[in-house]
C-alpha cells in the first residue's frame, strides 16, 4: 500500500481520480485547496490490484514447448481455412506470442510484447464476433468484451488458453 498525492487545476481533479482508479485499487480521495487557493490537493491510498489472471506458469503449465508451437504456427498458417479452427490457430498464436514477450528484455512493452497484444485482440474479435461468454466454450469468468479483458488483452489470452489446455 502507499499513499498519493497530486497537485493539479480544479478542472483536472475528475480526470486525475478516473485515472487512478482504473490503475489502482484506491481509497476515496481526499481534496484539499492549495495555500494560493488556485490549485487542489488529492490524497489518496493506493495498492497494486490483485491479478485475477492466471498466472503465466500456470496457464502455460503443460503447454507443448515454444518451438513446437512455433512449428504448429507455422503448418497452421496455410491450413488455417481448411481443417484447424480459426479460433484455435488465434488462440494458439496469442498464447505463443505470450510466451514469447515473456523471455523478452522488455516482457511489457517491447516488440515481442506488442505483437502480444495485438494477436489477443484478434483472438477477442472472435470471441466477442462469436458471441462466446460463460455459456459458449470461452467459459472463463471474463469475456472478451469485459473492461479487464479488453485492458489486460494478454490476461485474457492465459484464461482462455487455461481453460482450452484443460480440453485438449
Not at 481448411?82 to 511489457?108: M, S, Y
Not at 483472438?123 to 473492461?147: N, R
Request: charge should be negative.
Amino acid at each position: 500500500m502507499f499513499e498519493i498525492r497530486v497537485i493539479c487545476a480544479p478542472p483536472e481533479a475528475d480526470e486525475i481520480t478516473k485515472a487512478l482508479s482504473a490503475t489502482f485499487a484506491t481509497s476515496a480521495v481526499h481534496q484539499r485547496p492549495t495555500r494560493d487557493g488556485d490549485r487542489v490537493r488529492l490524497y489518496v491510498t493506493a495498492e497494486q490490484p490483485v491479478s485475477h489472471w492466471p498466472a503465466p506458469k500456470a496457464a502455460y503449465a503443460t503447454a507443448p514447448s515454444i518451438i513446437s508451437e512455433i512449428g504448429w504456427t507455422a503448418r497452421s498458417v496455410r491450413d488455417c481455412l481448411h481443417g484447424v479452427q480459426v479460433r484455435e490457430f488465434w488462440l494458439r498464436k496469442a498464447a505463443l506470442l505470450d510466451r514469447i514477450a515473456l523471455t523478452d528484455d522488455d516482457p511489457v512493452s517491447g516488440d515481442a510484447a506488442t505483437c502480444a497484444v495485438e494477436a489477443a485482440r484478434r483472438l477477442m474479435e472472435i470471441d466477442d464476433a462469436a458471441g462466446l461468454g460463460p455459456s459458449g466454450y470461452a467459459d472463463g469468468p471474463y469475456t472478451a468484451d469485459h473492461p479487464d479483458s479488453v485492458r489486460e488483452p494478454r490476461g485474457y489470452v492465459r484464461q482462455e488458453y487455461a481453460i482450452w489446455i484443460r480440453h485438449h
